[in-house]
């Protein structure tokens, strides 16, 4: 890839990362971890800028929220373009989804026991971090159900797009019908 065509895929990817956050969509169904694990995939340099750019500019039309929630998130995708950084060893669509798996469950167990230890929500012991994660499983449905899609999607059009232009020929060379 061109540092033009990383440009175009980085300004892409902040672009669509921010738009999916900014509609609506069903709760935690948004393609910012799939982004991240392509970033930690294929950017060499400033791959960890591209989530939190997301993240930041969509929160500020969202709302911000507790700081230290906000930076429990933040992390956790910062954490899931690292696990990109590991998936570079083994390329495949099992390991794809493997690493998607990795990245759903990380972002779960961080971010829920964030709330679980930052906010007033839930009391403070045993029984309280239980019951936090187990009403973030609906949410969970959804982040599993995102990032297996979102990251299907990326690096399925990426990997379409990086063919050689004269194996992908038969999209606009259609032969002429009578």
């Not at 973030?136 to 982040?143: D, G, S, W």
């Amino acid at each position: 890839m061109t540092t033009k065509e990383k440009v175009i895929a980085v300004i892409i990817l902040i672009l669509v990362g921010i738009s999916y956050r900014l509609f609506p969509h069903p709760p935690n169904f948004a393609p910012v971890a799939a982004i991240s694990l392509f970033s930690g995939f294929y950017f060499r340099r400033y791959f960890i800028f591209i989530p939190v750019v997301i993240m930041l500019v969509s929160d500020i039309f969202i709302g911000f929220y507790d700081w230290k929630l906000m930076a429990v998130v933040y992390f956790s995708f910062i954490l899931v373009c690292f696990i990109g950084i590991l998936m570079r060893k083994n390329k495949s669509v099992l390991s794809l989804i493997g690493y998607s798996l990795t990245g759903s469950i990380l972002f779960f167990l961080l971010t829920n026991f964030a709330v679980w230890f930052f906010a007033s929500w839930y009391p403070h012991n045993f029984q309280g971090l239980t019951e936090c994660y187990l009403m973030a499983i609906p949410f969970f449905k959804n982040t599993i159900a995102g990032d297996l899609f979102y990251a299907s999607v990326i690096f399925g059009c990426y990997e379409i797009l990086a063919q050689p232009k004269e194996k992908l020929a038969f999209l606009w060379n259609r032969p002429k019908t009578i």
